[in-house]
Nanobody
């Protein structure tokens, strides 16, 4: 069983930066993928960024060039560096980890970008 706890959310002005962290209670070394998703009220959760075990990454078109996902297996932590934030980035951000037969989600952290 792995528990994921996000942190680093908050209120920031447009153009600012935030760094989200997702700390895992267990080893993430064998996680096939880890990712960040976001959700706004009334909308489905959408993928923001994903990183594979081999370090390959993929991003939603809306965040390419602004967000960077990384993972530190030694610290069992996933990160999301968010730069040039826009009001439309406002959402609850969730991290997830996918193993071969198990899937985990964090509880989410609120990111609010003011114009």
């Amino acid at each position: 069983q792995v528990q994921l706890v996000e942190s680093g959310g908050g209120l920031v002005q447009a153009g600012g930066s935030l760094r989200l962290s997702c700390a895992a209670s267990g080893s993430i070394f064998s996680a096939n993928t880890m990712g960040w998703h976001r959700q706004t009220p009334g909308n489905e959760r959408e993928l923001v960024a994903v990183i594979w075990m081999n370090g390959r990454t993929n991003y939603a078109d809306s965040v390419k060039g602004r967000f960077t996902v990384s993972r530190d297996n030694a610290k069992n932590t996933l990160y999301l560096q968010m730069n040039s934030l826009k009001p439309e980035d406002t959402a609850v951000y969730y991290c997830n980890a996918d193993f071969i037969s198990q899937h985990y989600w964090g509880q989410g952290t609120q990111v609010t970008v003011s114009s």
